[in-house]
């Protein structure tokens, strides 16, 4: 069993560069998430598929045991389920190499989670709903996402603006409880609390998030908003999610968190090489990755 203390030197510079996102994979062992709920509820079938994310390029597994689904219908769990759904994976996504990330919205699971090897915490609420999230955050010095969330959405206010005062608080409490700034990061939580149309707006001002001068990660894989530009069920969104995470990293994310890992990485990588074409700053790379210069299709 891992020690309290096991995973907490993580540093978010091993995990972001300024020349290669980081691909967060999603692994969803609930019954009701909004696009995956049930597949992954079998512990082999989770395994598994965390196994094929981490050969596909993800860079972190983020692992959740209850649905926090954005557009409403959640069915919350208690701490004993939630634990009992993740007994059964957690070893073994830790074995896999790539830090794990433990979604939760509960101190005592991340808690529980962190002791047992997950490296990140990922909390939806921002540190702003369980009063002891910090606290466990900062006894255990591992990295924390802090997402921006609203109980509901008020179509009426300025997302940007609501989502800068969220931060505010959310560094506030960070810093009374000890969470040192380099190892926190931001997320726009994309489909929480939000319209459509302030989950594009929240996109296409995503660099307004860069004045906290921390790492942004985004989330918009297969989100409802995708379908109110382009009618489209959760598993016909691909196109619109790579679009919106290509875009959001032009922008300044350094994260991307998917459920489709190898298309995802594809697309960032092909388009990190085009930028760096554009440059000229590849003459050394490509001599070093002679198997990008290789194959049927040359």
């Avoid at 540093?11 to 300024?18: E, G, K, V």
């Avoid at 047992?116 to 009063?131: C, E, Y």
């Avoid at 989330?219 to 959001?248: N, T």
């Amino acid at each position: 069993m891992a020690t309290a203390n096991a995973k907490s030197e993580l540093s978010l510079d091993t995990l972001i560069s300024p020349h290669r996102t980081a691909v967060m994979g999603v692994l969803n062992v609930t019954p009701d998430s909004f696009s995956d709920g049930g597949e992954f509820v079998d512990p082999q079938v989770a395994i598994a598929h965390a196994t094929r994310m981490v050969a596909e390029g993800a860079d972190i597994i983020d692992v959740g045991a209850e649905s926090t689904r954005p557009y409403g219908g959640m069915r919350p769990v208690t701490t004993e389920i939630e634990r009992a759904r993740l007994e059964p994976v957690l070893p073994a996504l830790v074995g896999l190499g790539p830090p794990v990330s433990i979604d939760t919205m509960k101190a005592t699971v991340a808690d529980w989670a962190i002791r047992q090897g997950a490296a990140i915490a990922n909390d939806v609420w921002g540190l702003q709903r369980d009063p002891d999230m910090a606290r466990v955050v900062a006894d255990h010095g591992v990295p924390v996402i802090v997402m921006h969330n609203r109980d509901k959405a008020d179509p009426a206010i300025d997302i940007v603006e609501d989502m800068l005062a969220f931060f505010e608080r959310s560094l506030a409490i960070a810093d009374t409880a000890g969470i040192r700034r380099e190892q926190i990061v931001i997320d726009p939580g994309i489909g929480f609390g939000k319209t459509p149309e302030q989950s594009v707006i929240a996109v296409a001002q995503i660099a307004r998030l860069k004045c906290f001068g921390l790492p942004i990660l985004i989330g918009l894989s297969r989100k409802r908003f995708i379908s109110s530009i382009v009618v489209s069920e959760p598993s016909e969104r691909l196109g619109g999610s790579i679009a919106g995470h290509l875009l959001a990293v032009q922008e300044g994310a350094v994260i991307v968190r998917t459920h489709d890992v190898f298309e995802t990485v594809q697309a960032l990588r092909v388009a990190e090489a085009i930028a760096r074409a554009r440059t000229g700053s590849t003459r050394t790379g490509n001599a070093k990755s002679g198997s990008d210069r290789t194959g049927s299709d040359m």
